[in-house]
């Protein structure tokens, strides 16, 4: 008996993998909201960090696009926080080893390798432009186009942002300063994506989009090249 408790102290040793990719433990989902995408991770005054959450079968998390709006209740505060993607990846849970190339189709590889999809996490950062607050004159909450007193906080949810919202919020074109000053993005591409975006939605306002511009060219008035790259990219 302990020879064999020795040998099985042994194997585990010898390999350290196999509790590291044993899957992470599953919560019930179907009762969550089908806009419920992600959770807060890391969160700071300007921007956070969220993590997808896992689908129900062998899928890789859905990834937001990139420009792609979403919004995060702060419970504390009652505030509604609207935020956009400027950066998203998809990387081994366990820091240490990297992924390795498999030559395998989705299919083969859900086939062969289903303990793959719990080895990922996806994981985006989302810039914040504005919140939406209770107001102390009127039942309709007030928009604001500038950063909340706090972001939202760690394990906050995180969801697609709704349209009718989206739609309140891109009356004011305020965000589009904001967007052009996110430090260590791309923020032509940024600005760019995030109006398309909008554009779509509006289903292809003319006046809106023209209103987005000229706000544009006044905020560049400066900087004619990245004016003319960031309208270049607009049209979807």
Not at 3 to 22: A, H
Not at 110 to 124: D, G, H, V
Request: glycine fraction near 2%.
């Amino acid at each position: 008996m302990g020879g064999d408790f020795i040998l099985i102290i042994v194997t585990l040793f010898s390999y350290p993998s196999i509790n590291m990719f044993l899957p992470l433990p599953q919560f019930a989902t179907e009762d969550r909201h089908p806009d419920h995408i992600a959770e807060v991770i890391e969160t700071s005054s300007t921007e956070f960090l969220a993590q997808c959450l896992d689908p129900e079968d062998l899928r890789f998390p859905l990834m937001p696009a990139f420009g792609s709006w979403i919004s995060a209740f702060d419970e504390e505060s009652d505030n509604q926080i609207y935020a956009v993607v400027y950066y998203a990846t998809t990387a081994p849970i366990d820091s240490v080893h990297r992924a390795r190339a498999l030559g395998l189709s989705l299919k083969n590889l859900r086939q062969e390798q289903p303990q793959i999809f719990a080895m990922l996490k996806t994981e985006f950062r989302a810039a914040i432009v504005g919140f939406e607050a209770p107001s102390d004159i009127s039942t309709q909450r007030q928009m604001y186009h500038y950063l909340p007193p706090r972001p939202p906080q760690i394990h906050q949810a995180v969801y697609r942002c709704r349209p009718e919202s989206m739609l309140r919020f891109t009356d004011n074109m305020d965000f589009l300063r904001t967007l052009l000053l996110v430090p260590g993005a791309p923020v032509e591409s940024l600005v760019a994506s995030a109006i398309r975006e909008v554009y779509k939605l509006r289903k292809l306002d003319r006046e809106w989009l023209v209103k987005a511009c000229r706000y544009l060219s006044l905020l560049l008035k400066d900087d004619y090249d990245q004016l003319r790259f960031i309208l270049g990219q607009i049209h979807p």
